[in-house]
Structures are given as structure tokens and as C-alpha cells.
């Protein structure tokens, strides 16, 4: 469920909707969403100064309901 929600919000955010991928990890610390975008809509899912990677992160936070839950923007140009 939290998958969903993330991937519909930041699909609303970017340019190249397409690209948008979101997985779900377990970690021993709770659970981290991974969320990859297209290298051009990069900065509109972190904002300026992060805002909107924080607005993200506390939104995700309240719809978690107490669990535990990172979310990571991954930059795909520097990941190998």
C-alpha cells in the first residue's frame, strides 16, 4: 500500500511519469522505499534546499501509521 501511495505522489510531481519506479525493501530497521525517476525530474522529487523529498518522507511517515519507513531517491546516473 505504501508503495502505491508513494509512486501515485511522486508521479504527480514529474515530468516523465513513465519513469517513475518505486520498490519496497525490508530492512532489519523497518522498511525502505526506493524511488527512481528519470535523471531530469531528479530535482523536482527532492525540491529545493530537500523540501520536497521531506514533505514526501513525513507524509509517507503518517500513512505508515507508526511503522518504520526510509525512503531513498535514487540517482540513477550514479549508480552503477
Do not use: S
Request: hydrophobic residues 40%; proline residues 1%; charged residues 35%.
Amino acid at each position: 500500500m505504501l508503495e502505491e501511495a508513494l509512486e501515485h505522489l511522486v508521479k504527480g510531481i514529474v515530468d516523465h511519469d513513465g519513469d517513475v519506479v518505486v520498490r519496497q525493501k525490508n530492512a532489519r530497521h523497518g522498511d525502505v522505499l526506493e524511488v527512481r525517476v528519470h535523471p531530469d525530474d531528479l530535482g523536482r522529487v527532492i525540491g529545493r534546499r530537500g523540501r520536497t523529498a521531506a514533505a514526501l518522507r513525513t507524509v509517507m511517515g503518517a500513512l505508515a501509521g507508526g511503522q518504520k519507513v526510509r525512503i531513498d531517491i535514487v540517482d540513477t546516473d550514479r549508480v552503477r
